[in-house]
């Protein structure tokens, strides 16, 4: 089995910065697309970052874009969510999200991921 399991979230006032990560363990997978999604309470799950694992092509929804960095490192099969200037509007829980099939479907979608970890809660105060 798989595990993802995130990490680094908290509380910190807009404005700041927070750098998340995502541990895979358990059986060995192949990784070809990695995601950041997060979900606001009352809000559906939405993508946030995702990353291709070979070749590094990363991709981002417009509210992070120039804010946020996805990045990925093999050694450590871990995968990074670099956020800066952080605003109350981005306070969700965040989960990362593994696609170990080579879907066909969208980067941005959730079905394109079928691991996923517990999430973790980030909260930005005003």
Known sequence: QVQLVESGGGLVQAGGSLRLSCAASGRTFRRYAMG???????????????????????????????????????????????????????TAVYYCAADSRNSDMSLYSRSRYDYWGQGTQVTVSS
């Open 36 to 90: 950041w999604f997060r979900q606001a309470p009352g809000k559906e799950r939405e993508f946030v970052a995702a990353i291709i694992w070979s070749g590094g092509s990363t991709y981002y929804a417009d509210s992070v874009k120039g804010r946020f960095t996805i990045s990925g490192d093999n050694a450590r099969n871990t995968v990074y969510l670099q956020m800066n200037n952080l605003k109350p509007e981005d």
